[in-house]
């Protein structure tokens, strides 16, 4: 991996601070890593895909399993040279010193949790609205009743939040059991289909180019929406600190992590396409975070899985709702306590000791996000929301993969080298995630108008406490310690 000193371990040794307690061996990692990867994307991401490239929507997943990896390899290599919690923030400041840039990364990773949770909430209501309909104890649910419930979700993740959430390891390999044993179920569901004759495997090698763009763009398009299943590995910088020998078990768990989850989703794919006609894999992607739902329902009619599969799927999202809005609130609290965002969202409760304003400020534009996507009637909520988390970590990966290269050449002369990234593959992770963040991959408009506002948000707060910070006499909106932002 990288280079690290005696000094990154003993770091905090002589500030009479404790270090945090390393809990984590190779199989609880394994298993936050894997929890974190599976959740909402590949309930909010396979109907799109299907309504891309038809039979060969396990290749868009093969696809963005390479660039996460190639990308995962550059954190790997700085996560073992600055074994800090702080993720991309902490290796831009790292390689380019430059606050305002260190800000931009900052705010996008937060930015991507609202989205991401956002994303989360639309698929939980998808599937509660589901299940309930299937098992007969509602008619149906208008949009308007999906809308409520997503926004009254994030509303209780607010409340939950508030009340102070220790995220325990032995609960997170509760809820990835269970979310493993969803997608099992789907692929148990596909591989049934294909036993009673009824799936056509030929479709798996066929592309039905349902938008007239050709196989390259089609895929492209395809991975980019894939991608968004693929995030989360990323987070498990978070826990280096509370991981035992992290320099040594950090790159075979992330690896195997996603390996783990994209032979899940390559099988999902396939139980996909075994159960749905071609026609049907144009349509799913108006199932928005229903699609595997409606796999479940068709490919095993004489079973009552369905019945049970939905409300699976709103634990298995839920989880990952939460932790996205734990990680953003905390960020925002984080940069408010430095002051590179106003003071008053770096308040915290009394007696609870969670920071309000952080979740006031990161629910509010949660909801606004869901009700600005569901005004339009015709736009599809999941595809937004999770192309613009997709989209904002692509940018992210992109720097870090940069960062990676800057920093490769300031290694410690006496330093131990444990991890290094293979060649020259930073560059080539840094010009693939570019790639598929351009516009040539032809998202549609509102991703990068959502995506933009969300930006001008953070950087129109940035201007403001600059502004305050110089009338005041405290400087300037620079970071006094970016290594303590994920703390």
Known sequence: MSTTTAEHHSGEAGSGEPELKRVLGPKLLLLFIVGDILGAGVYAVTGQMGGEVGGLVWLPFLCAFVVATLTALSYLELVTKYPQAAGAALYTHKAFGVHFLTFLVAFAVVCSGVTSASTSAKTLADNLTGGLEVNGWIDGAGSGTITAIAMGFMILLALINLRGVGESVKFNVVLTLIEVLALCIVIGVGFYAMSRGTGDLG????????????????????????????????????????????????????????????????????????????????????????????????????????????????????????????????????????????????????????????????????????????ADTESNVVASLSNVTAFLLLCVFAIVNVACIVLRGRRHETGKTFFTSPGQLPVVAALLCVFLAGPWVDRDGEVYRIAGVLMLIGVGLWVLTYAINRATGQGDSDFEDVASLGE
């Open 203 to 374: 479709e798996l090698v066929t592309f039905h180019d349902y938008e007239d763009r050709g196989l390259f763009l089609a895929v492209t398009v395809a991975t980019s929406i894939a991608f968004f299943a693929m995030v989360g590995f990323e987070d498990a910088v978070n826990m280096v600190e509370e991981t035992k020998e992290p320099e040594r078990i950090f790159p075979r768990t992330m690896l195997t992590g996603l390996g783990i989850a994209v032979l899940l989703y390559m099988l999902v794919a396939v139980s996909v396409v075994s159960v749905l006609t071609a026609p049907e894999l144009k349509e799913i992607s108006d199932a928005e975070g229903r699609a595997l739902l409606e796999v479940v329902s068709k490919g095993a009619p004489d079973f009552p899985i369905d019945k049970v599969f939905p409300f699976l799927a709103v634990f298995a999202v839920a989880n990952t709702a939460l932790i996205n809005m734990l990680m953003a609130s905390r960020l925002i609290y984080g940069m408010a306590r430095q002051n590179v965002l106003p003071a008053s969202l770096g308040r915290v409760l009394p007696g609870r000791r969670t920071p309000w304003a952080g979740i006031a400020f990161t629910t509010l534009l949660a909801l606004g996000l869901i009700w600005w996507v569901t």
